[in-house]
């Protein structure tokens, strides 16, 4: 008798699946306490796979996180105005403010002196034009955009009355002084009697007189307006009721 008739035939080996299951090479069945055919096996398992990944890719996301919406930011018109003076000299060295003046809104009333929305105007000999420039903390749709932008340029007459510049060295007066001053004109009265009127706030130089001006608006126009009161805008001082 020959060595190989002692090998066993590969053929009748039984080889254990990694899944466990028992592997007959001669009859070509699994055996698993009986006889269970491949075709049946592996559709077994392929059907329980399917099954998992089916569990898995049901399994809702979690939403992303929303950013936290900022708060309307307010500033008085001294400090937005500096602001806006420095994004200015990129337009020309030479800019010389000739107004400041808040926008009404449903953020702010004004009744400290601050608003969310400002704009200052500024003219330049040199490009002879004027350009408004805005600062903005507010999240209303139609505001400027947070922080400072500028608005389109304008024909700059040095001539004109309205557009009188001035040197931001007699801008020693911020709007929340003037606010508190002009209460004690009338503005306490007004207030007092509907306190939700608005509060304005318009810096020009006065030619006349030759003194910037804090012009102190109690109502949603200039026009409109149930009182303005004049503060001058380097003392601090009560000039006059304008209205």
């Known amino acids: 008798m020959k060595m190989r008739d002692f090998v066993p035939s590969k053929a009748a080996v039984d080889v254990v699946t990694p899944a466990g299951f028992i592997w007959n090479r001669s009859q070509r069945t699994v055996l698993r306490g009986g006889s269970i055919p491949v075709a049946l096996a592996v559709a077994a398992t392929l059907a329980i796979t399917?099954?998992?990944?089916?569990c898995n890719s049901n399994t809702p996301a979690a939403p992303p996180?929303?950013?936290?919406a900022k708060a309307p930011e307010l500033l008085?018109?001294?400090s937005a105005f500096y602001k806006a003076y420095i994004a200015a000299h990129n337009y020309a060295?030479?800019?010389k403010p000739f107004r400041i003046e808040s926008t009404p809104s449903s953020e702010s009333n004004g009744h400290d002196g601050k608003s969310t929305i400002w704009r200052s105007s500024f003219a330049s000999a040199n490009q002879r034009g004027a350009k408004p420039f805005f600062w903005s903390g507010s999240n209303l749709p139609d505001a400027p955009s947070r922080g400072v932008s500028f608005g389109n340029e304008d024909v700059y007459n040095p001539g004109n009355a309205s557009t009188q510049v001035f040197d931001p060295a007699f801008l020693k007066i911020d709007t929340d002084q003037a606010f508190t001053e002009a209460q004690k004109h009338g503005g306490d009265k007004v207030l007092e009697k509907d306190p939700a009127t608005p509060v304005l706030f318009i810096c020009d130089w006065?030619?006349?007189t030759n003194e910037l001006t804090w012009h102190v608006i109690y109502g949603g126009s200039r026009e409109t307006a149930r009182l303005t009161v004049a503060i001058n805008a380097s003392t601090g001082a009560f000039i006059r009721v304008e209205k």
Request: aromatic residues 0%; without cysteine.
């Open 50 to 54: 399917l099954a998992l990944a089916g």
């Open 65 to 68: 996180a929303k950013p936290e």
């Open 76 to 78: 008085t018109g001294r």
């Open 93 to 95: 060295a030479d800019v």
């Open 206 to 208: 006065n030619h006349n």
